[in-house]
């Protein structure tokens, strides 16, 4: 990736006709970017959007990345939770085969899906559609590389932690006894091998969203056969990779940078 920063303009989308269902694609002055899919943390609820984002967003556009950051339905609003959300996120990442169509240049052979804490569970979960069990020709967009930042991976054991103060129990409307198919369905380390390249990053001084969870991902997903790097950051909290002057932002972009050959 050049460090010449590019200019870039932003649009507004609709992937369907609610009023989450929506995001904003940065577009940097390059030829046929490639691009890179945001999602957004906050445990699955509202209040928290795409707008926690937006300042990575135009950092990564500046860096000439085509960037789709995308706002889906969460917890507290209708549709929100299983299976809503996970329904927008795939809506979401297809869109951007309308986009093009529709005129925008844009690289969907190179996609990266990339999220952060829930938007990180989000972004793992989406890319297992690569899986080659899953595809098939209702999947318009296939990313070949995902990030998870500071991401909830292990929906069963966070649960079990308590993460977000319940907030498992109620994106998936219940316990994993109480929905052990939708738990398998749902979560990262449960659909190993991803089939694509993975970022697992996490600061040690997280307090939201605990390391384990990531260390143990990291390695299940080694063992499964993915190709997986894993990044510890001392001195870094759950929020450092909201943050575009951060060490954790810093680490998230050099390894970009190594996903995409030309830009």
């Known amino acids: 990736m050049q460090k010449i920063f590019q200019p870039y303009s932003m649009r507004t989308y609709s992937y369907g006709s609610l009023d989450s269902q929506e995001g904003d694609l940065y577009l940097p002055n390059v030829s046929r970017p490639p691009v890179l899919c945001l999602l957004h943390g906050g445990f699955w609820r509202m209040p928290y959007g795409r707008d926690e984002l937006t300042t990575i967003a135009k950092d990564l556009a500046a860096r000439g990345y085509a960037v789709w950051n995308v706002e889906y339905r ?56 690569n899986k080659p069990a899953n595809i098939s020709s209702l999947v318009r967009v296939r990313p070949i590389a995902a990030a998870g930042l500071a991401a909830i991976t292990d929906l069963a054991r966070a649960f079990k932690l308590n993460a977000g103060k319940g907030a498992v129990n109620e994106f998936l409307g219940g316990s994993p006894s109480q929905y ?9 380390i449960e659909l190993l091998p991803l089939g694509v390249r993975q970022l697992i990053i996490h600061g040690i001084q997280d307090e939201a969203v605990p390391i384990d969870l990531s260390r143990s991902y990291a390695v299940a997903a080694q063992t499964s056969g993915d190709c997986v790097e894993f990044v510890e950051l001392p001195d870094v909290g759950h929020m450092d990779f909201l943050d575009p002057s951060s060490k954790a932002h810093a680490a998230f972009c050099e390894w970009l940078a190594t996903q995409v050959i030309t830009v």
Do not use: F, K, M, Q
């Open 74 to 129: 969460r917890l507290g609003a209708p549709g929100g939770g299983w299976p809503g959300t996970l329904y927008d996120v795939v809506s979401a990442i297809d869109h951007l085969a309308t986009i093009v169509t529709d005129g925008i240049e844009l690289d969907l052979n190179c996609v990266i899906v990339a999220g952060h804490s829930a938007g990180g569970h989000l972004a793992l979960w989406v890319a297992a559609r």
């Open 180 to 188: 052990p198919d939708r738990y398998t369905a749902a979560s990262p």
